[in-house]
């Protein structure tokens, strides 16, 4: 069974540019979920998608946006981009939580640097 | 809280040792966590996760004990093979209210096998 998916894998743009980050679910999986991993930092909780619904949101700005396809597939669009956007952005995907199914299982993520 | 902080606890081991790796973790209304790998240049994998409803939990080689009391939580890898070096991560979930669906992580720490 394939993992879940990411592309691409390393990207670099420069600041005030905009960005669009590709995600998919392992199969049967309904929810996808996105994390900011900076440099030094931990995995801090961006965004929350099920069934295309956006369902939670973590503490970043508007900039910071993203759709789920009927797929089940994700894109997370950063704009204007800013130095600090320097990370590792990790998808993870799981089985829906109405089922009681709380496992996140996480793709091999993007590496984005700002210049 | 969000998961801060620059310097990762570190943990050496030689080869066939048992470790254990601690987490404290932030929320007395967390009632999921969950344990990840992560290896360089890769995205968090899964291990091993517990509901807040037990104190153990067992795997392959693996073992999760939370202590609810001291909101505390262990990751026992019995027999260390230098394959285990990683950085470890726990998470905690809230499973209602404004962290739904949001995994909490800790700050990490720095796994290394000495053959």
């Known amino acids: 069974e394939a993992g879940v998916t990411q592309s691409p894998t390393h990207l670099i743009k420069t600041r005030g540019q905009q960005v669009t980050l590709r995600c998919s679910p392992i199969?049967?999986?309904?929810?996808v979920y996105w994390y900011q991993q900076a440099l030094g930092l931990g995995l801090q909780f961006l965004l929350w998608?099920?069934?295309?619904?956006?369902?939670n949101r973590g503490n970043f700005p508007p900039r910071f946006s993203g759709r789920q396809f009927p797929n089940y597939s994700s894109e997370l669009n950063v704009n204007a981009l800013e130095l600090e956007d320097s990370a590792l952005y990790l998808c993870?995907?799981?089985?829906?939580?109405?089922?009681?199914?709380?496992?996140?299982?996480f793709g091999p993520g993007t590496r984005l640097l700002v210049l | 809280g969000e998961s801060v902080g620059l310097h990762l606890p570190t943990l050496s081991v030689q080869e066939g040792d048992n470790s254990i790796i601690n987490c404290a973790y932030s929320?007395?209304?967390?009632?999921?966590f969950i344990w990840y790998k992560q290896e360089s240049g890769k995205g968090p994998q899964f291990i091993i996760d517990?509901?807040?409803?037990?104190d153990k939990r067992q795997g392959q080689r693996v073992t999760v004990l939370l202590n609810k009391t001291v909101k505390h939580l262990s990751l026992q890898i019995a027999a260390t093979q230098p394959g285990d070096s990683a950085v470890y991560f726990c998470?905690?979930?809230?499973?209602?209210?404004?962290?739904?669906?949001?995994?909490?992580f800790g700050q990490g720490t720095i796994l290394t096998v000495h053959p």
């Open positions: 199969s049967g999986h309904t929810s």
């Open positions: 993870a995907s799981s089985l829906p939580l109405r089922q009681g199914k709380r496992t996140q299982y």
């Open positions: 929320n007395s209304a967390s009632d999921y």
């Open positions: 517990i509901r807040s409803n037990m």
């Open positions: 998470a905690e979930n809230i499973s209602r209210g404004t962290s739904y669906g949001k995994l909490t």
């Open positions: 998608y099920d069934e295309g619904e956006e369902r």
